[in-house]
């Protein structure tokens, strides 16, 4: 198993911007990829930004290209989310999740963090 912790939320008004942190503990070994989702209200958990472990590679949904950015410290197993030019339609619950080359799914999540920006 793999423990996520999430960092970094709160409020914000609409072009300003966030940094959230996951750390990561346990059987880090066994991760493939790292995601971030999001969670408005009334709305579906939604996909944001993936970074595969082994090479970095990254991929983000179209919503936040250009915006927001994902990078990780591998020393630390942390993960961040740097998220810019923040709008109002960014204000959702925001889970960091990992995913295992055994099952290549995401199995772990964190707690969330609520992220707010305001018109």
């Known amino acids: 198993q793999v423990q996520l912790v999430e960092s970094g939320g709160g409020s914000v008004q609409a072009g300003g911007s966030l940094r959230l942190s996951c750390a990561a503990s346990g059987r880090t070994f066994s991760i493939y990829t790292m995601g971030w989702f999001r969670q408005a209200p009334g709305k579906e958990r939604e996909f944001v930004v993936s970074?595969?472990?082994?090479?970095?590679?990254?991929y983000y949904a179209d919503s936040v290209k250009g915006r927001f950015t994902i990078s990780r410290d591998n020393a630390e197993n942390v993960v961040y989310l740097q998220m810019n030019s923040l709008k109002p339609e960014d204000t959702a619950v925001y889970y960091c999740a990992a995913r295992h080359l055994q099952t290549m799914k995401y199995d772990n999540w964190g707690q969330g963090t609520q992220v707010t920006v305001s018109s």
């Open positions: 970074l595969r472990w082994s090479n970095g590679n990254t």
